[in-house]
């Protein structure tokens, strides 16, 4: 079946570390996003594509950033990671022209 | 831009019961969907319904239904007969139907937690 995979699901890491978080997609769709979930916020979007070579900045993007060199991947990088990046992470793809955003299992980024 | 707006932070219901959780929102697009996603305790977003706003009927999946009043910009979400397995937190979310960029980004609001009592 296809599906959409983060890894890892849990990280811990430290103030100033780089840090990458896969999504990987074996629907075929164009579109994918990342999502930051805290409490008391909901879902908030970080970054999304609607296709290869094609980055777009979401309502809190600063600190983070993306590249989109095949359809199936979308990572997320923390440049340098902060303590107010730790958050759950999710990423969620969707058909280009279809309405539903399908989501991934989420990561638990901790940063120390 | 768009605003989501859930009033209720945490909702209780018996079991078989019917619950209503409230979603109002704010656009100023004329073409929108909007979304409910449900979040069990497991931690992932599972799609429930759907409404477009050009949709003159309200939107029903199984025990899922969407009350769609335009005029109001409420877009509730309606669980009859409520099952244990319900309990979770549930998200209302909308976008706005338009090609280009930006078109395809959702919009959550913080989001409801019920609870279903045995």
């Known amino acids: 079946d296809a599906e959409i995979t983060q890894s890892p699901r849990h990280k811990i890491t430290e103030t100033g570390r780089q840090v990458t978080l896969a999504c990987h997609q074996t629907w075929n769709h164009n579109n994918m996003f990342w999502y930051r979930q805290d409490l008391g916020h909901g879902l908030r979007l970080i970054h999304y594509?609607?296709?290869?070579?094609?980055?777009n900045k979401g309502e809190v993007s600063d600190g983070y950033s993306v590249s989109r060199s095949n359809t199936e991947d979308l990572p997320l990088t923390l440049e340098s990671a902060a303590s107010s990046q730790t958050s759950v992470y999710f990423c969620?793809?969707?058909?280009?022209?279809?309405?539903?955003?399908?989501f991934g299992p989420g990561t638990r980024l901790t940063v120390l | 831009a768009q605003k989501i707006t859930q009033t209720q932070p945490g909702m209780f219901v018996q079991e078989k019961e019917a619950v209503t959780l409230d979603c109002t929102y704010d656009?100023?697009?004329?073409?929108?969907?909007l979304f409910w996603y449900k979040q069990p305790s497991s931690g992932e977003m599972i799609f429930l319904i759907y409404?477009?706003?050009?949709?003159?009927q309200n939107a029903t999946e199984g025990r899922y239904s969407l009350n769609f009043q335009k005029a109001r910009k409420s877009a509730n979400l309606v669980i009859s007969a409520s099952q244990l397995g319900d309990s979770a937190m549930y998200f209302c979310?909308?976008?706005?139907?338009?090609?280009?960029?930006?078109?395809?980004?959702?919009?959550f609001g913080k989001g409801t937690k019920l609870s279903v009592i045995p």
């Open positions: 409404q477009g706003s050009y949709d003159e």
């Open positions: 969620a793809s969707s058909e280009q022209g279809a309405d539903t955003q399908y």
């Open positions: 979310a909308m976008r706005a139907l338009y090609s280009g960029a930006g078109s395809y980004q959702l919009t």
């Open positions: 594509s609607y296709g290869v070579q094609d980055t």
């Open positions: 656009t100023s697009d004329q073409s929108y969907g």
